[in-house]
């Protein structure tokens, strides 16, 4: 975490929101959260840090920037998120911390095979989160990914991670650790 992360850090970065919704209608990942954007902001505002930590919403944020670039004040949303990630990973928050697995299992998985193994990264997830409930949580949704073909068992061809994305995650890594 970055020294200067808090729950009033952020606050600052979104001051001057005045609640139009023009980040929720342009998040490309709001309709998986529980949350809009716009309602997290309005929470973060509020200093309601219970329920910022009990959303999944800015686990959610895939930093595509999009509402960065929309929001008609300019305020730093993505970068907004990023805090809320470093503050509930240093905190250990709960909530974050089954969505952090997840999203590790995931980033494995791509690092090792150059793209997604559905089987095999949930297995790892399931593993990882030390759940015995969890795969029964995941089961209705995954019958319905494999009776529509999205996910099979076969393991699709792999040729490991390519050099250029290897390239991508060091760098990334390198980022993250300044
Ligand atoms: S787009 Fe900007 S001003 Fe509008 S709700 Fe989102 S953060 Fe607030
Ligand atoms: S940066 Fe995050 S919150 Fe903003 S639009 Fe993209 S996914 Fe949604």
Redesign the pocket.
């Known amino acids: 975490m970055k020294n200067q992360d808090s729950i009033e850090t952020v606050r600052d970065m979104v001051i001057g929101c005045m609640q139009c919704g023009t980040?929720s209608g342009?998040?490309?990942?709001?309709f998986a959260m529980d949350l809009t954007?716009r309602h997290l902001w309005r929470l973060v505002l509020m200093g309601d840090k219970k329920a910022i930590f009990n959303s999944k919403t800015f686990a959610?944020?895939?930093?595509?920037?999009?509402?960065?670039l929309r929001c008609p004040q300019g305020l730093p949303?993505?970068e907004a998120?990023a805090a809320l990630k470093r503050i509930a990973t240093s905190e250990n928050e709960a909530v974050y911390k089954s969505s952090a697995k997840f999203n590790q299992a995931f980033i494995n998985n791509v690092r090792k095979n150059g793209r997604i193994q559905e089987m095999e990264f949930m297995t790892a997830y399931f593993w990882s989160s030390r759940n015995p409930v969890l795969p029964f949580q995941f089961a209705p949704m995954g019958t319905r990914l494999l009776f529509k073909r999205k996910v099979g068992f076969k393991k699709p061809p792999t040729a490991g991670s390519p050099p250029r994305l290897e390239a991508l995650f060091r760098k990334v890594e390198e980022l993250e650790n300044r």
């Open positions: 980040c342009s998040c490309i990942n709001a954007p959610l944020c895939s930093a595509c920037y999009y509402c960065t949303l993505t998120m």
